[in-house]
Nanobody
């Protein structure tokens, strides 16, 4: 069964950090671009960061310099390291995989999705 499983969400205060994990099973992430998306309350799902298998990256202006994506090919897992979190970062975070070497932005371009993990930034 091909699937992505996310973990690591939680409730943090502004300025704190959090790392999300996205573990793949049934396929190898090496050949896929992996995107992290966020869906805030009452908002549409939007791209946060995209990592291509060749090392290329794309990041949203709102998170640039604060969020970073990394891959562990042995564990077949992609991580989203979030620092200096703000209340505006609150939402459900999803990871998704697309079999391409590009940096797709639209959610409709992704074939596999995780179940989502809630991140709440509040004082």
């Amino acid at each position: 069964q091909l699937q992505l499983v996310e973990s690591g969400g939680g409730v943090v205060q502004p300025g704190e950090s959090l790392t999300l994990s996205c573990a793949a099973s049934g396929f190898t992430l090496d050949y896929y671009s992996v995107g992290w998306f966020r869906q805030g309350p009452g908002k549409e799902r939007e791209v946060v960061l995209v990592s291509a298998g060749n090392g290329n990256l794309l990041s949203d202006d709102f998170v640039r310099g604060r969020f970073a994506i990394s891959r562990d090919n042995v564990k077949n897992t992609v991580y989203l390291r979030m620092t200096s979190l703000k209340p505006g970062d609150t939402g459900v975070y999803y990871c998704a995989a697309a079999k391409t070497s590009g940096l797709p932005v639209g959610p409709e371009l992704y074939e596999y999705w995780g179940q989502g993990t809630q991140v709440t930034v509040s004082s």
